[in-house]
């Protein structure tokens, strides 16, 4: 009888073909594969931001929700605040930093990549003097922004605020050709960039529209940035064709004098980065109502 009941247990059921141990550890591998690269293949452009990837019948807005439904995305880490509060600006503050270092890990729902580490495919800075472009650049250090400041004007549908963070790290690849400082300069390669003891300026205009769902949602519609660091270390490689000497006597020149470099370029770097900015927040704006950010709106 033992016997007999062994051998049933070896007994496969039907249309489940065994798999050896090797088998199993590869379906499990590619599952998990394919699960991590699907996060990770949100990237960043400043011209054309790559969307999320939603189903077909999705667009920007359309959320099914219930009448009274708190909407979930935001309830556990967003405090709602009143419009009609007249310190609503230092509770937009409170509720802002609160959330910070959730959105900085990245939320899918509501179309907020991972902050640090960024991945930026590609970043054009170009202005009189210089053309330069960063490729497949890893920024790091957003997880240490503090806010200062944070403040709405509803009736000019303006939002600013200012931050200030330790450092922002670039490291990847660049192409650079002009001039610096009335130097000609020339290169492509590896380069590591440093911002240090930085402040942020943002600026941002919206409006209120209303999409396919019937609901209103912030869309916003331009924006200002200002950088501002104290310190500022870079090094290219690569310079001049590979000539050493007049790349280690370049970098030497970049690190002396960063603060006349950065007055000339500073602003076309800051709306550069502040447009990659700007593209996640206007894609995000869309998935929440505004009547789940604020209360006591009409």
């Excluded at 590869?26 to 394919?34: D, E």
């Excluded at 200062?148 to 922002?168: A, G, M, R, T």
Aim: charged share 25%; with cysteine; aromatic share 8%.
């Amino acid at each position: 009888m033992l016997q007999e009941m062994r051998a049933r247990r070896r007994i496969s059921a039907p249309g489940i073909a065994k798999r050896s141990p090797d088998q199993q550890t590869s379906s499990i591998v590619q599952s998990t594969v394919q699960r991590l690269s699907c996060w990770g293949r949100a990237a960043l452009k400043t011209k054309a931001l790559r969307p999320f990837q939603t189903s077909e019948n999705t667009k920007p807005g359309t959320q099914r929700r219930t009448p009274d439904a708190r909407n979930p995305l935001l309830a556990a880490y967003i405090q709602k605040c009143s419009i009609q509060d007249p310190n609503i600006n230092t509770c937009a503050l409170n509720s802002a930093k609160a959330a910070l270092p959730h959105l900085v890990k990245g939320n899918r729902k509501i179309k907020m990549p991972v902050m640090d580490p960024m991945f930026l495919p590609e970043l054009r800075i170009a202005d009189s003097s210089v053309e330069s472009s960063i490729h497949n650049s890893t920024v790091t250090g957003l997880k240490d922004l503090m806010l200062e400041k944070l403040s709405f004007d509803f009736e000019k549908k303006e939002v600013e605020f200012e931050s200030v963070q330790p450092y922002l790290n670039f490291t990847g690849t660049y192409k650079l050709s002009g001039k610096l400082a009335s130097l000609p300069v020339f290169g492509n390669g590896p380069y590591n960039t440093s911002l240090f003891n930085l402040t942020i300026r943002y600026k941002a205009s919206y409006e209120l529209q209303k999409l396919d769902d019937a609901e209103v949602y912030m869309i916003f519609k331009d924006y200002d940035c200002d950088i501002i660091p104290q310190d500022v270390m870079c090094r290219l490689g690569n310079l001049f064709n590979g000539n050493k000497l007049l790349g280690e006597a370049m970098n030497t020149f970049l690190k002396e004098n960063w603060r006349l470099i950065y007055k000339d370029v500073g602003k076309t770097m800051s709306m550069a980065v502040g447009g990659v900015l700007f593209s996640i927040f206007k894609e995000s704006a869309k998935t929440v109502p505004y009547k789940d950010i604020f209360s006591d709106v009409e």
